[in-house]
C-alpha cells in the first residue's frame, strides 16, 4: 500500500532561519510526487510537481527535490507569510484518475 | 483567489436535515474531486468524477450522495450524517491531456465547506 510520511509534525522558525522538510514515501511507481501549503481553514494551494529522480522545482523562497525515496522541501530565509501546513501527496503510477495519497503535513510557524 | 468555489463556507445541519454542498469551476477542467478533512489531518478522497462520470467512490457511505450535472459543476448531496461526519469538506478540479496521459494530481481546491452536524 502506498504511504507517505512527513517530518517534522511541527517546525517553529525565526525569520531568516532556513530549514527543510522531508517526505519518506512508498509506492508502486511514481507518477508524480505534489507539494501542496495549506492555510487554516483554507483549501490545499498547490505548489510543485515532481517527476522523477534529481528534478527540482523552485518558487519564490521554496525549493523542492526529489530522490527515489523521499522529497525535500527547502525553505530558504522564511518569512512570517510562510508560515503554514505543508502537505506532500504522491500519484501511483497506476493511477488514472488524479488520485493522491497525502502524507499529514509539517505545521510551519515562522516568529518575526 | 481560488478558481474553484465552494458554497456554502459555513453549515450546521441536525441528524434528520438534507442539504447540499455546492462547488464550481470554470478553468476547462474536466476531473472534479471531493475529499473530507479533519481537523490536524491530511484530506482524504471521497469521489472523483471524470468527463461527468463518477470514477471512484472511496466506500463513501450512501448518506453522501454526490452529483455532476455538467462539466463545471459539482455537488454533494447530504442526508442523515452523524456527529463524525462534521469536517471541512474539500472540492477540486484537474486537468485532463487527454487520453491517453492520465489526469494529472495538480489539484486546484476550494476554501471549502466546513461542515457540522449536531
Known amino acids: 500500500e502506498d504511504q507517505v510520511t512527513q517530518s517534522p509534525e511541527a517546525l517553529r522558525l525565526q525569520e531568516g532561519e532556513s530549514s527543510s522538510l522531508n517526505c519518506s514515501y512508498t509506492?508502486?511507481?511514481?507518477?508524480?510526487l505534489f507539494w501542496y501549503r495549506q492555510d487554516p481553514g483554507k483549501g490545499p494551494e498547490f505548489l510543485f510537481t515532481?517527476?522523477?529522480a534529481g528534478e527540482e522545482k523552485e518558487k519564490e523562497r521554496l525549493k523542492a527535490t526529489l530522490t527515489k525515496k523521499e522529497s525535500f522541501l527547502h525553505i530558504t530565509a522564511p518569512k512570517p507569510e510562510d508560515s503554514a501546513t505543508y502537505l506532500c501527496?504522491?500519484?501511483?503510477?497506476?493511477?488514472?484518475?488524479?488520485?493522491?495519497?497525502f502524507g499529514a503535513g509539517t505545521q510551519v510557524v515562522v516568529t518575526p | 483567489d481560488t478558481e474553484v468555489t465552494q458554497t456554502p463556507k459555513h453549515l450546521v445541519m441536525g441528524m434528520t436535515n438534507k442539504k447540499s454542498l455546492k462547488c464550481e469551476q470554470h478553468?476547462?477542467?474536466?476531473?472534479m474531486y471531493w475529499y473530507k478533512q479533519k481537523a490536524k489531518k491530511p484530506p482524504e478522497l471521497m469521489f472523483v468524477?471524470?468527463?461527468?462520470?463518477?470514477?471512484i467512490n472511496e466506500s463513501v457511505p450512501s448518506r453522501f450522495s454526490p452529483e455532476c450535472p455538467n462539466s463545471s459543476l459539482l455537488n454533494l448531496h447530504l442526508h442523515a450524517l452523524q456527529p463524525e461526519d462534521s469536517a471541512l469538506y474539500l472540492c477540486a478540479s484537474s486537468q485532463h491531456p487527454g487520453q491517453p496521459v492520465p489526469h494529472t494530481g495538480e489539484l486546484f481546491f476550494g476554501e471549502g465547506s466546513r461542515l457540522t452536524v449536531l
Open positions: 515532481l517527476y522523477s
Open positions: 501527496a504522491v500519484q501511483a503510477q497506476t493511477d488514472s484518475w488524479g488520485k493522491l495519497q
Open positions: 478553468m476547462g477542467h474536466r476531473a
Open positions: 509506492v508502486s511507481g511514481l507518477r508524480g
Open positions: 468524477y471524470s468527463y461527468e462520470k463518477l470514477s
